[in-house]
């Protein structure tokens, strides 16, 4: 596709639930990023692949939090036992090859409510 | 961790210019970027410096100063869809690949 891609748009959960949020990033890009942001906030780092190999994971903010990239594509953000705390927008990113200059291309996000 | 601070709210008249400071105080620094906001879309591009000066393009200007940690966004002849929020993000250490965030600044344009 032309952007980023992110799936489901809105995802509404009970607490305790496991989610799956799904992004498709720029075709050939090779860095991907995801972020958490919470209302009024700006984006929080989460984690960081290039191709399939996911270098740094550093803002997960628990082991409740499992990112996922097997072919270097398609990335799914998954969340176990979800929490309210956990109610945010979870942006994805992709960049072209990762250099630190680059711009990130965001997509709109998933809102996530956890009820 | 690191703070990165921006106003919260400004309010501009369509035509006018808006200027939103950016400040920062990081455990490093090898760049700075700006990003549009509108709600509920994704974060776009505006601009990029990691050297001091001002970098114009179109509309939009951005200034850094490194030795004061400081750098601001100048929006010209503000027109309505410019009304978004505007992001500061800072790239800590060279060859880190993340972004550290502000809270970002909503602008609003009035007619």
């Known amino acids: 596709g032309a952007g980023v891609s992110q799936s489901p748009r809105y995802k509404v959960a009970k607490r305790g639930q496991d989610v799956a949020l799904r992004c498709d990033p720029i075709?050939?890009?090779?860095?991907l990023f995801w972020y958490q942001q919470a209302l009024g906030q700006g984006p929080e780092f989460l984690t960081y692949f290039q191709n399939e190999a996911q270098l740094d994971k550093s803002g997960l903010p628990s082991d409740r939090f499992f990112a996922e990239r097997p072919e270097g594509s398609v990335s799914t953000l998954k969340i176990q036992r979800t929490q309210q705390e956990d109610s945010a927008v979870y942006l994805c990113a992709s960049s072209i090859s990762g250099t630190t200059n680059e711009k990130l291309f965001f997509g709109s996000g998933t809102q996530l409510s956890v009820l | 961790g690191q703070n990165i601070d921006q106003p919260t709210e400004m309010t501009a008249t369509e035509g006018a210019i808006v200027q939103i400071n950016c400040t920062y105080q990081?455990?490093?620094?090898?760049?700075l970027f700006w990003y549009q906001q509108h709600a509920g879309e994704a974060p776009t591009f505006l601009s990029y410096?990691?050297?001091?000066g001002l970098e114009e393009k179109g509309r939009f200007s951005s200034f850094l100063s490194r030795s004061k940690g400081y750098s601001y966004l100048l929006l010209k002849e503000l027109q309505m869809k410019d009304s978004a929020s505007y992001l500061c993000?800072?790239?800590?250490?060279?060859?880190?690949?993340?972004?550290?965030f502000g809270a970002g600044t909503t602008v609003t344009v009035r007619a």
């Open positions: 990081t455990s490093g620094f090898n760049g």
């Open positions: 410096n990691v050297l001091d």
């Open positions: 993000a800072v790239r800590v250490r060279l060859g880190d690949y993340k972004l550290s």
């Open positions: 075709s050939g890009h090779v860095s």
